[in-house]
């Protein structure tokens, strides 16, 4: 299968900075990378995707980059607000039907 | 938008007891859906992908025997662990892809509210 890994583990910011998740994957064939936020005891919802044949996609404060060159793809979160406090997660699809998951970053934006 | 539904929300249980769980799509067939458990500030694990009328696959180091799944029709798909016991505690949670826009394999999954499993 797939095997998706996620950086840092934790990411504390000052509220009005912007944050950065990184994650890497291993199989070449996949093509499509969404990214989910998690809040305690919640479902994940998805908040931006990226399909292989695009390099970047921006959605307001939120975009993500992909490079499928060097196997990876990054969450870019720009004027961090308290509320953008959670765990995210970025996930592979696989084999056009599977999808696998990063180990996760727990996001802390400080007032 | 695509909705799936997870019932129940929150299970507390005997050891020995098993346990069934259901998730539904609600307003699209879902010939896939997909059980993930969830273990306190870790990450989705992949469990089995459950297919509408055949065998679920399930993944590496999954007991098919203690996680059955059933899928009988395009909306519903049911987790059961069985003699659960207390390492069966767990956040499971499903999810399902609403594939309408075409098969590409580009669509994203959506996922139930999850069903906290605490087996005493």
């Known amino acids: 299968g797939e095997n998706v890994e996620q950086h840092p583990s934790t990411l504390s910011v000052q509220e009005g900075d912007s944050a950065v998740i990184k994650c890497t994957y291993s199989d070449s064939a996949s093509n499509y990378f969404p990214w989910y936020k998690q809040e305690l005891g919640k479902r994940p919802q998805l908040i931006i995707d990226i399909r292989s044949n695009v390099g970047e996609k921006k959605d307001q404060r939120i975009a993500v980059t992909l490079n499928k060159t060097a196997k990876h793809f990054s969450l870019h979160i720009t004027e961090t607000q308290p509320e953008d406090s959670a765990v995210y997660f970025c996930?592979?699809?696989?084999?056009?039907?599977?999808?696998?998951f990063g180990s996760g970053t727990k996001l802390n934006v400080k007032p | 938008g695509a909705v799936v539904s997870q019932h129940p929300s929150r299970v507390i249980c005997k050891s020995g007891t098993s346990v069934k769980i259901e998730c539904r799509s609600l307003d699209f067939q879902a010939t896939t859906m997909f059980w993930y458990r969830q273990f306190p500030k870790q990450s989705l694990m992949l469990m089995a992908t459950?297919?509408?009328?055949?065998?679920?696959?399930?993944e590496q180091g999954v007991e098919k025997d203690k996680f059955l799944i059933n899928h009988a029709s395009l909306t519903l798909s049911t987790l059961t662990v069985t003699s659960a016991h207390p390492e069966d505690s767990s956040f499971y949670i499903c999810?399902?892809?609403?594939?309408?826009?075409?098969?590409?394999?580009?669509?994203?999954?959506?996922f139930g509210d999850g069903t906290r499993l605490s087996i005493l």
């Open positions: 996930a592979a699809l696989y084999n056009f039907n599977k999808f696998y």
């Open positions: 459950s297919n509408e009328g055949s065998k679920a696959t399930y």
């Open positions: 999810s399902a892809r609403d594939l309408r826009g075409g098969a590409s394999g580009n669509q994203p999954q959506h």
